[in-house]
T-cell receptor
Framework: EAGVAQSPRYKIIEKRQSVAFWCNPI?????LYWYQQILGQGPKLLIQ????????DSQLPKDRFSAERLKGVDSTLKIQPAKLEDSAVYLC?????????????FGPGTRLTVL | DAKTTQPPSMDCAEGRAANLPCNHS???????VYWYRQIHSQGPQYIIH???NNETNEMASLIITEDRKSSTLILPHATLRDTAVYYC??????????FGAGTILRVKS
């Protein structure tokens, strides 16, 4: 089966610019996650969707980050305006459900560099 | 914050078993232990998970102590392709993964 798709793979922008990332989860997966991974650290959950509703966005910096999952399939994560500290890899993951036995499948990530 | 403690790095000879320890002394009764790994420039990959009993699949074995305060991931015959960061995670309610820094495993020929 096809895995989680993300685009673009790499993005370089200047601070105060805007950027958007796209994710297409595995077909049939109701739950979608966005993670931020800063160099040398483990991934940190930014937001979790169940279908097209937000389950957890407690770690999302809402003054500059936004995410949506229209129609409960694809999702976009936007940063506006970007700061230097937003340089990181942004990972999208999906799972069939939210129970304890549901493994998450990760995409390859988008590497963002803010200059 | 992550609820697990792992050594920062480990080395293993190719073809030998790699034993990766993890401490999770504050784990609660209904929380699972999950292991993921992340190969360089890729997203994390699920390996195995367990609640109380030892588990084995085609990738690895998971040994959980009887008091559930620690566990060991075993890669029975490590290869160079197993070089990665290994994350031990206690699964929180709602399928929320909280990653720590993990263990860098270097498999050497």
């Amino acid at each position: 089966e096809a895995g989680v798709a993300q685009s673009p793979r790499y993005k370089i922008i200047e601070k105060r610019q805007s950027v958007a990332f796209w994710c297409n989860p595995i077909s049939g997966h109701a739950t979608l996650y966005w993670y931020q991974q800063i160099l040398g650290q483990g991934p940190k959950l930014l937001i979790q969707f169940q279908n097209n509703g937000v389950v957890d966005d407690s770690q999302l910096p809402k003054d500059r980050f936004s995410a949506e999952r229209l129609k409960g399939v694809d999702s976009t994560l936007k940063i506006q305006p970007a700061k230097l500290e937003d340089s990181a890899v942004y990972l999208c993951a999906s799972s069939y459900g939210t129970g304890m036995n549901n493994e998450q499948f990760f995409g390859p990530g988008t590497r963002l560099t803010v200059l | 914050d992550a609820k697990t403690t792992q050594p920062p790095s480990m080395d293993c000879a190719e073809g030998r078993a790699a034993n990766l320890p993890c401490n999770h002394s504050t784990i609660s009764g209904n929380e699972y232990v999950y292991w993921y790994r992340q190969i360089h420039s890729q997203g994390p990959q699920y390996i195995i998970h367990g609640l109380k009993n030892n588990e084995t699949n085609e990738m690895a074995s998971l040994i959980i102590t009887e008091d559930r305060k620690s566990s060991t991931l075993i890669l029975p015959h490590a290869t160079l392709r197993d070089t990665a960061v290994y994350y031990c995670i206690v699964m929180e309610y709602g399928n929320k993964l909280v990653f720590g820094a993990g263990t860098i495993l270097r498999v050497k020929s």
